[in-house]
């Protein structure tokens, strides 16, 4: 609170995640006067070794590859797609990072994974994203953090494209499984692409 009183904001805005069976902890929170504001899912499809994945098909115009997060160019990309891609999101609100905080954010992460990071192209111009990450890779789990389309092009495939494209490599890597995690209230449809792969 003395850090917000001396950046001089006037209120302090506190968002806690719980898991749907920490009912005590949830009990705790609503009596400081917290409210519910929306409830995630962790979804997960398993991908043995001997299943043949559905191959990804790319729409015609665009395509899609790996991308290298160390690359200063390929971060700044990443940032204002995240924010575009995102800006309806449930807490993007309160996440606004200048690009210096976010590369600081996403490089030094203990899961930060360099190798899963998919950019989707039309022409030269980057139109989509998906952020793997390694914060379940002793359980030899691939996770996807973040996958979105600019607005304009949703509907047309990318994201399912993306999606495949990420649950080969993790296959190639070992993995035996994907995770992510999905706003229940999501606007955008992600929920039925998510259960669409699976």
Do not use: C
């Not at 499809?45 to 665009?62: H, K, Q, S, Y």
């Not at 200048?98 to 590369?103: G, I, R, S, V």
């Amino acid at each position: 609170i003395e850090s917000v009183r001396a950046r001089g904001a006037s209120s302090v805005h506190v968002t806690a995640n719980l898991y749907e069976n920490e009912t005590r902890m949830r009990a705790a929170y609503e009596r400081a006067g917290l409210e519910l504001e929306t409830i995630y899912w962790r979804m997960q499809r398993a991908i043995p070794a001997d299943e043949v994945l559905e191959a990804p098909v790319v729409p015609e115009g665009f395509r899609i590859g790996k991308v290298d997060p160390s690359d200063d160019v390929v971060i700044e990309q990443a940032y204002h797609l995240f924010h575009d891609t995102f800006s309806e999101h449930h807490g993007i609100e309160n996440s606004k990072k200048t690009l210096a905080d976010y590369t600081d954010h996403v490089r030094t992460a203990e899961s930060f994974d360099p190798n899963s990071w998919w950019f989707a192209w039309q022409d030269k111009t980057p139109v989509g994203l998906l952020i793997g990450d390694n914060r379940r890779v002793e359980q030899g789990v691939g996770y996807v953090r973040s996958v979105g389309v600019q607005k304009h092009l949703r509907g047309r495939g990318i994201a399912r494209a993306l999606l495949l494209s990420a649950f080969a490599d993790y296959v190639q890597q070992g993995r035996s499984s994907v995770q992510l995690g999905v706003d229940t209230g999501n606007t955008t449809g992600a929920t039925r692409l998510y259960e669409s792969v699976g």
